[in-house]
């Protein structure tokens, strides 16, 4: 988009597509506009679509994914029009809206599309819906068009989609959306110097870097200059250095967090000129007027959901190909442009094409209760352009049973629908509601506030004390603007908020109750969740020895580094008061590898957390049941294994490959999966590892072959072969091919080496000295008396005079004894 007020109508590049677009908007019910940045769609699209016939008066809804992008949008379409936002154009964004009965283009946010196709299927009153910066592929942007697919297929089939991006890919998009026509626009676009790094930088050099490259920039041109950096952190640290470097420019951060007035000031031109620190959120849908140059870290901050510890951690991470095209591009919008790039060419190669989708990545808790909200179990009855990953679903659904918002069904609960309806994750929703209902309105739209800005951002300390600012100079405006929007909606006034920690703790565990932590025994800082992760508090903690918290803000990079960045005390009591009466007595019977045996026990959990413990008695079947589980996760070497029992199966692993039969398998996956079935019967009375070390192992191996097989095991695979001198020596099956390792002295006359498994499997012969040391190996024993015998003689007859060495091993008889000596 642009926001430009001298931005003159009618020169956009897509303004030459637009009748294309109508045309194939008349006969398809989904359209792709894919159009560079710089191109116009956002502005253009629109107020052109005013004009389509088939819209019949009704409205436009654009999706736009930024608050900014959403605002500057709405702005610059009014003022084309000569008129004030909320007339003709108005948006809805969080915590805002400017709209009338005379609108007809409402630009939303991502969440509004969404919420108001759950409160109105048909989206009555709506004739086309717009979503742009598809290319972001946002969470919300994924779910809302599955949403308006299916409405459009069951409600609306007049209902018109167009999805518009500045770098996607297009025709693959099309044919999942069952072949819908595509529309290129041209875009605007002068070329970029683009340098790169001699090597990586490391991250920790990175804002140092950066300023530099900037001052460089700064010299090579005489406008703006765009710098992208990760995070808000970053962003400050390099907004900083500048200020004091530079006293002619006036450096201004751009990121989501700002307030949007801040965000303004960083877009519009001023009087001096500009260095624009942002996140990625000026990639594509603001246009920032007067930038001639940009610096690239290279580096973005991605949510990513890690299921099992039910976390969303920014990740750093290097950027996409598709974004640092996107980056360099916006230096090209007003003439010939420079890039620096913080990277090195050998990087630049080995980025990933895309980022991955929101959907792929984040935690699915809101997704899972919209799709509730929407009736629908199976998500793969819905259109997706990529389906939600069912491990994330999964725990999606599992943390919204556990907030008592879905039951053992997937259908949404009375506590579930009223959650649904709340503008904000599915925790904080809970969080408010609880509020409600403990008649603390205005603590409960505090505390969701405060959350809602805090959380993963590292922005939270002290619930506690952070709650005492809410609402004064001390508290970011962002979470002001929060607590007055939750306010409103609680009804209740301005008036302070009472922060009683019972009460804090209380909302908080029942928005958060896979995140209540008991704490280890013999210490004061190791906790365990109930979701059955380790944490930690750090030494300064005043929490530190507390039986109970709820941990609402963790750190880490993973399962064993775990930090508690933010969390109350809770009063065992309450715990007891919020969850009591649904923990009942479990029996559970395991094996306990302290006393290296299986018990029973009966507990109270809530979660991983034992809350009591007490012997129980246990019925043989789950005795047997917990002990083969444990050699199960074990593994087979807990067995009572010798040399023997290793022996056998090594013939029966060589017997099971000569049948070739799939069902008589002794790996080691076979053994395991089939536990139970050859195992469990020699189990009966073992409950210690002292009675396993007593199990028959051979008893149980040969068990699995019924009598025939035992015959041809006997037959194919035999233990032992007898040789010419009178031993019958036994067959190492442990490699590949059968061996026999037999003296010398005991083979004479041995013409063929022998053969096993019917003949068709020879054995290996390794030729020992008197000693028993190796002297030869061969399966080929002519060739042997033939060509090597004769070396092996010569060197081992004087060595060994004791024993036979003939010059004719054919005719020598065959012997395990010494020479007798000459009397």
């Not at 007593?694 to 097989?709: E, Y």
Request: aromatic share 6%.
């Amino acid at each position: 988009m642009t926001n430009s007020a001298t931005a003159p109508t009618g020169q956009f590049p897509v303004d030459a597509s637009l009748p294309q677009l109508l045309t194939a908007l008349k006969d398809h019910p989904v359209v792709i506009l894919e159009a560079p940045p710089g191109a116009g769609k956002t502005t253009r699209v629109p107020p052109a679509l005013l004009e389509f016939p088939e819209l019949n008066d009704q409205r436009i809804l654009m999706l736009e994914p930024r608050r900014i992008a959403a605002v500057g949008a709405a702005d610059f379409m009014a003022r084309q029009r000569g008129e004030k936002v909320g007339a003709t154009v108005g948006y809805t964004i969080r915590y805002e809206r400017k709209f009338s009965s005379a609108t007809r283009i409402e630009v939303v946010t991502e969440g509004v599309l969404t919420r108001r196709l759950q409160s109105d299927p048909e989206l009555a009153g709506v004739g086309i819906v717009i979503f742009d910066e598809f290319h972001e592929r946002n969470l919300h942007s994924d779910l809302a068009l599955a949403l308006c697919l299916d409405a459009q297929q069951g409600l609306r089939p007049d209902l018109k989609i167009i999805i518009m991006s500045a770098t996607l890919e297009s025709d693959a998009l099309a044919t999942k959306l069952g072949g819908a026509p595509v529309i290129r626009s041209a875009g605007r676009m002068f070329p970029v110097e683009t340098v790169f790094a001699q090597q990586d930088i490391e991250p920790r050099a990175i804002v140092a870097a950066v300023v530099a490259a900037t001052g460089q920039m700064l010299e090579k041109t005489d406008g703006d200059v765009l710098v992208f950096m990760p995070g808000a952190y970053e962003i400050d640290r390099v907004v900083e250095h500048l200020r004091h470097m530079y006293q002619d420019i006036d450096p201004c951060p751009l990121y989501g967090g700002l307030a949007l007035a801040d965000q303004r000031r960083a877009i519009e031109p001023g009087d001096r000129r500009k260095v624009v620190v942002a996140t990625n959120v000026a990639e594509t849908s603001l246009t920032i007027e007067g930038v001639r140059a940009v610096v690239d870290s290279g580096l973005e901050k991605r949510p990513r959901f890690d299921a099992a510890r039910g976390l969303t951690m920014l990740e750093t991470v290097r950027i996409s190909q598709a974004s640092a095209r996107q980056r360099s591009g916006r230096a090209g919008r007003l003439g010939p442009g420079y890039c620096c790039r913080l990277w090195s060419e050998g990087t630049d190669g080995a980025l990933l094409p895309q980022a991955p989708p929101e959907i792929a990545v984040a935690d699915l808790a809101p997704l899972a209760l919209d799709l509730a909200s929407w009736g629908v179990t199976d998500p793969d009855s819905l259109t997706w352009i990529d389906p939600p990953p069912t491990g994330h679903l999964k725990a999606a659904r599992l943390l919204l049973r556990q907030l008592g918002a879905l039951d053992g069904k997937q259908q949404l609960t009375d506590l579930g629908r009223q959650v649904a309806v709340l503008p904000t994750h599915p925790r904080l929703a809970r969080l408010l509601v609880a509020a409600q209902r403990a008649d603390c309105p205005a603590l409960g739209a505090d505390l969701a506030a405060l959350l809602d800005e805090g959380l993963g951002r590292g922005k939270l300390g002290d619930p506690l004390k952070d709650l005492q600012q809410v609402g004064g100079n001390k508290a970011p405006a962002a979470v002001n603007r929060a607590s007055r929007f939750w306010r409103k909606w609680s009804g209740c006034g301005p008036q302070p908020a009472a922060v009683d920690s019972r009460l804090v703790a209380r909302l908080l565990a029942l928005a958060w109750p896979d995140h209540i932590a008991r704490r280890r025994a013999g210490s004061q800082d190791q906790y365990l969740l109930a979701n059955g992760m380790a944490a930690r508090l750090d030494a300064s903690s005043p929490l530190r020895g507390q039986d109970f918290l709820v941990a609402v803000d963790l750190h880490g990079r993973s399962r064993s580094e775990v930090r508690i960045a933010a969390a109350v005390g809770l009063d065992p009591a309450v715990f007891e008061e919020l969850f009591g009466a649904d923990i009942a007595w479990q029996k559970e019977v395991e094996w306990d590898e302290v006393q290296q045996r299986v018990v029973a026990r009966e507990l109270r959990r809530h979660g991983a957390i034992v809350l009591q413990s007490r012997p129980a008695p246990a019925e043989p079947e789950d005795v047997k049941k917990a002990l083969l589980g444990w050699i199960a996760r074990k593994g087979l070497a807990v067995l009572p294994w010798n040399k023997e029992t290793e022996r056998l199966r090594d013939r029966l692993l060589f017997f099971a490959r000569q049948l070739d039969d799939d069902l008589l398998d002794f790996g080691d996956e076979a053994l395991l999966s089939g536990l139970e079935q050859w195992l469990g019967p020699y189990l009966d009375s073992v409950r210690t590892v002292a009675q396993l070390k007593q199990v028959d192992l051979a008893q149980a191996l040969l068990a699995r072959l019924d009598w025939a097989q035992r015959q041809q095991l006997a037959a194919l695979a035999p233990e032992r072969l007898q040789v010419p001198g009178g031993s019958n020596v036994r067959i190492d099956y442990s490699g590949e091919q059968p061996v026999l390792a037999v003296k010398l002295q005991e083979l004479f006359g041995l013409a063929e080496s022998p053969c096993i498994a019917g003949g068709k499997v020879p054995v290996r012969i390794h030729m020992l000295s008197p000693a028993g040391r190796p002297l030869q190996v061969t399966s080929d024993l002519k060739s042997f008396w033939e060509n090597g015998y004769p070396e092996v003689r010569k060197e081992m007859k004087g060595r060994y005079p004791k024993h036979p060495w003939p010059e004719d091993p054919w005719s020598a008889e065959p012997t395990r004894r010494t020479r007798r000596r000459k009397k």
